[in-house]
């Protein structure tokens, strides 16, 4: 698994400079003129920018960029705004504007880890892997405990292929949180690249109870823990784990889509034969027709 896009959650509890940021209720998703009061033109600018947090939080993307957007406009000077904006165009994945408008943000208040933490996942992005782990470490100096951003560095850290340090930061984060099932699959992805078998079945099994115990569904290791039965020639066992894998979720029958979320070459060479069989490649053309590998 990738980095876990998170800033949204912190930035919407942000004390927006005295500004009052209400709510957004089931009508304010729906499209209407944006209405600025002239009188005070900041906090207008930090309670749109709260609004355009949360809006961006239902995935309402075009109306929470306009309202980032008017906000920056209102109130260039408050870091908030800045932040807001460049994690809103970080999860539409225009990276380059992400990383102008959250180093701006930056530039305003530079103790703000939520703005270095989504510098660093956006430099992942871009595979500038130093800077982000130069960011996110910064982050963790103000915020050291910060599970979502612990398991970022690892990614920077697995993808430079510094792997004892990534699987140093997932063991961090699987003690701080044990439920974050991600850190667990994603040592399991590391030792699979190493040649560890064993030690890969056994973090992506951790990985299974983990996100059962948390009442999730991890199609993840379970599509991992099928390639692995599938290598072994258990077909009837490996093909079952594989379309329950993709009954949760169907993008990890696409290559492309498990390489995004830090599959290894060998992982993928060896899900190629898994993926070719006829019963997961009708669940995957099923459920995902318009696209293509």
């Known amino acids: 698994m990738r980095d876990r896009l998170f800033l949204f959650a ?3 509890g942000l004390t927006c400079g005295g500004a009052t940021v209400a709510p957004v209720q089931a009508q304010a998703l729906l499209p209407h003129t944006l209405k600025v009061n002239f ?3 900041e906090n207008q600018g930090l309670a749109l920018a709260g609004d355009a947090a949360q809006l961006a939080q239902f995935r309402q993307y075009e109306l929470a960029l306009a309202r980032a957007k008017l906000a920056v406009q ?9 932040a ?3 994690s809103i165009y970080l999860r539409q994945g225009e990276y380059e504007k992400a990383i102008a408008i959250l180093n701006k943000s930056y530039s305003l208040k530079q ?5 270095l933490f989504s510098l660093g996942s956006a430099y992942i992005r871009i595979q500038e892997y130093p800077k982000a782990i130069e960011n996110i470490k910064a982050g963790l100096k103000i915020v050291p405990k910060e599970p979502t951003a ?3 560095l690892g990614n920077a850290y697995f993808l ?6 990534a699987i140093e930061q997932y063991e961090i984060v699987t003690n701080l949180d044990e439920k974050f ?3 667990a699959n994603n040592i399991g992805l590391v030792e699979y690249e190493r040649g560890n078998q064993d030690k890969a079945v056994r973090f992506w099994e951790q990985a299974v109870n983990q996100a059962e115990k948390g009442d999730e569904q991890a199609a993840e290791p379970k599509l991992a823990l099928a390639v692995v039965l599938y290598q072994a020639g258990n077909r009837d066992r490996a093909l079952k784990l594989g379309e329950e894998a993709l009954g949760i979720d169907p993008r990890y029958g696409k290559l492309d889509f498990l390489k995004e979320n830090l599959w290894g070459e060998k992982l993928l060479d060896d899900t190629k034969p898994l993926l070719a069989e006829e019963t997961l490649a009708e669940i995957v053309a099923e459920s995902l027709p318009d696209e293509e590998e």
């Open 10 to 12: 912190i930035l919407a």
């Open 39 to 41: 009188t005070n033109l």
């Open 150 to 152: 612990i398991f970022d």
């Open 160 to 165: 430079s292929n510094r792997y004892d340090e």
């Open 84 to 86: 807001i904006l460049g």
């Open 111 to 115: 103790d703000n880890p939520a703005v």
């Open 74 to 82: 209102l109130a260039p000077q408050a870091f908030q705004t800045q």
């Open 181 to 183: 099932w991600a850190a």
